[in-house]
């Protein structure tokens, strides 16, 4: 029995290495073609496999190269961050394909080879052996200088896309540098290998990426609205703040659109001070620390008066490390001012970006609340339905065809 058990598991732990090797790697295309002044090389055998392995894929370049006693040839190896087979076979309505110069690169080459899977190319490259040197360079590098002597892979890292440019575009101008590189070290070195791959696959998105937490960036800001930001302090309201100096009259008020704003760093707390209204008046958000947690109060100043503190229902506060947010107006008022803030963000010790948010709204929102007032009225009216159901009596008694008919009072 217990036999059985052990050879059950590693059954089992065999199955599950199966599995992940199986999906776990990741495999690319590889173009390969050589120039037309290359020195003739024997063609070497590959297996009868759709996929290769890194191992296979690098015994094929050691066979192709071996046996060479002049000099090494320049590897040249332009590296995409995500390639398909796909890329390769897109057109567009008009039938233009997304590589026009790496055809004609490939169609006068002297040799051509395209391997549509292969694990890991650049890591079987790294196995041609201590004859062979590794460059990295980057595609805008105009002046690519290569060591005079011994074989070298220089390895190019093509670049990411632009804000602007959708995949056919960014791989039509890949296409583009390919071509200019490429022509630049052919007139340097006659003998040139060429390879055009990538690090994933555009298709599977890789399973080993480090997980990346996606930041959600603020909106757009209005052309008005308050902006502070540097390492100490960082605030924007994308709605303009309003102060109405006279709360007995809130139809004069102030839109505070272009503030003038300073800090103020000290050791018991920070402030923001900004100037508006001519330099009447002046507002100062005061960050103070208490317990690991930071809070903020407004003082407002006039004209040859001092600092007064502005109260409000909503206590503003966060934990360190955390940044304060509100979509919902905030009243900041005492016996005769009254600021508002709406949507606004602000948070001291930023170092430029805004942390995780610290919300003024509750876990517990209006439509929350409104989603389970009608999920429990919905629950309700099924349960009735069900012992309604269930009250429900079926018949019990039956006519006999040779007795006598069964009479049922209305009582009954």
Same mark, same amino acid.
């Given at each position: 029995m217990?036999v059985?058990?052990?050879? @059950? @598991?590693?059954?089992?732990?065999l199955?599950? #290495? &199966?599995v !992940?090797l199986v999906?776990?790697?990741?495999?690319?295309p !590889?173009?390969?073609?050589?120039a037309k +002044?290359?020195?003739?090389?024997?063609i070497?055998?590959?297996?009868?496999l %759709?996929?290769?392995?890194?191992?296979?894929?690098?015994?094929?370049?050691?066979k192709k190269?071996s046996g060479?006693?002049g000099p090494?040839?320049l590897?040249?190896?332009?590296?995409?961050?995500?390639l398909?087979?796909?890329d390769? %076979?897109?057109?567009?309505?008009?039938?233009?394909?997304?590589?026009?110069?790496?055809?004609?690169?490939?169609?006068?080459?002297?040799?051509?080879?395209?391997?549509?899977?292969?694990?890991?190319?650049?890591?079987?490259?790294k196995?041609?052996?201590y004859r062979?040197q590794t460059?990295? #360079?980057?595609?805008?590098?105009?002046?690519? &200088?290569?060591?005079?002597?011994?074989?070298?892979?220089l390895i190019?890292k093509?670049?990411?896309?632009? =804000?602007?440019?959708?995949r056919?575009?960014f791989?039509?101008?890949?296409?583009?540098?390919?071509?200019?590189?490429?022509?630049?070290?052919?007139?340097k070195?006659?003998?040139?290998?060429?390879?055009?791959?990538?690090?994933? %696959?555009?298709?599977v998105?890789p399973?080993y990426?480090?997980?990346?937490?996606?930041?959600?960036s /603020?909106?757009d800001?209005?052309?008005? /609205?308050? *902006?502070?930001?540097?390492?100490?302090i960082i605030?924007y309201? $994308? !709605?303009?703040?309003v102060?109405?100096p006279?709360?007995k009259?809130?139809?004069?008020?102030?839109?505070?659109?272009?503030?003038?704003c300073n800090?103020?760093?000290? /050791?018991?707390?920070?402030?923001l001070?900004c100037?508006?209204?001519n330099?009447?008046?002046?507002?100062?958000?005061?960050?103070?620390t208490?317990?690991?947690y930071?809070?903020?109060n407004?003082?407002?100043t006039? @004209?040859?008066?001092?600092g007064t503190l502005? &109260?409000?229902?909503?206590?503003?506060?966060?934990?360190?490390?955390?940044?304060?947010?509100?979509?919902?107006?905030?009243?900041?008022?005492?016996?005769?001012?009254?600021?508002?803030?709406?949507?606004?963000?602000i948070?001291p010790?930023?170092?430029?970006?805004?942390?995780?948010a610290?919300?003024?709204?509750?876990?517990?929102? !209006?439509?929350?609340w409104?989603?389970?007032?009608?999920?429990?009225?919905?629950?309700?009216?099924?349960m009735?339905?069900l012992?309604?159901? @269930?009250?429900?009596? $079926?018949?019990?008694?039956?006519?006999?065809?040779k +007795?006598?008919? *069964?009479? =049922?009072? #209305?009582?009954e």
């Amino acid at each position: 029995m217990a036999v059985s058990k052990w050879v @059950m @598991m590693k059954s089992f732990l065999l199955l599950f #290495v &199966s599995v !992940v090797l199986v999906f776990g790697n990741e495999h690319v295309p !590889v173009l390969v073609w050589e120039a037309k +002044g290359s020195v003739s090389r024997q063609i070497p055998d590959l297996p009868s496999l %759709s996929k290769l392995s890194s191992e296979e894929f690098s015994d094929f370049f050691i066979k192709k190269l071996s046996g060479e006693a002049g000099p090494q040839p320049l590897i040249a190896v332009f590296v995409e961050e995500n390639l398909s087979v796909e890329d390769f %076979s897109w057109q567009d309505a008009e039938g233009h394909i997304g590589f026009p110069h790496l055809e004609n690169l490939t169609s006068a080459a002297k040799r051509v080879e395209f391997f549509p899977s292969v694990h890991a190319p650049l890591k079987g490259l790294k196995r041609l052996g201590y004859r062979w040197q590794t460059l990295q #360079v980057e595609d805008q590098e105009n002046d690519l &200088s290569l060591p005079s002597e011994g074989g070298v892979v220089l390895i190019v890292k093509l670049g990411d896309a632009r =804000i602007d440019e959708d995949r056919p575009e960014f791989l039509k101008r890949h296409d583009y540098v390919i071509s200019e590189i490429y022509n630049d070290l052919v007139a340097k070195s006659k003998d040139v290998i060429a390879l055009y791959t990538s690090r994933h %696959s555009s298709l599977v998105e890789p399973a080993y990426e480090p997980l990346v937490r996606r930041v959600r960036s /603020a909106p757009d800001l209005d052309e008005n /609205a308050i *902006i502070w930001n540097d390492t100490d302090i960082i605030f924007y309201t $994308t !709605v303009t703040p309003v102060f109405i100096p006279n709360t007995k009259d809130p139809t004069k008020f102030i839109n505070i659109s272009k503030p003038m704003c300073n800090r103020d760093v000290r /050791a018991a707390s920070k402030s923001l001070k900004c100037k508006f209204d001519n330099n009447n008046y002046r507002l100062e958000f005061r960050f103070t620390t208490v317990n690991k947690y930071w809070y903020l109060n407004i003082y407002i100043t006039d @004209m040859g008066s001092n600092g007064t503190l502005l &109260s409000t229902d909503t206590e503003i506060y966060a934990p360190e490390g955390f940044s304060y947010h509100c979509s919902q107006n905030v009243t900041f008022k005492n016996d005769t001012v009254l600021l508002i803030l709406r949507n606004f963000q602000i948070q001291p010790d930023s170092k430029g970006t805004f942390d995780d948010a610290y919300d003024c709204v509750w876990f517990f929102t !209006v439509p929350i609340w409104s989603g389970l007032l009608v999920t429990t009225i919905l629950v309700i009216i099924l349960m009735m339905g069900l012992v309604a159901l @269930m009250d429900i009596n $079926t018949m019990d008694r039956f006519d006999d065809p040779k +007795g006598k008919p *069964i009479n =049922i009072n #209305v009582s009954e």
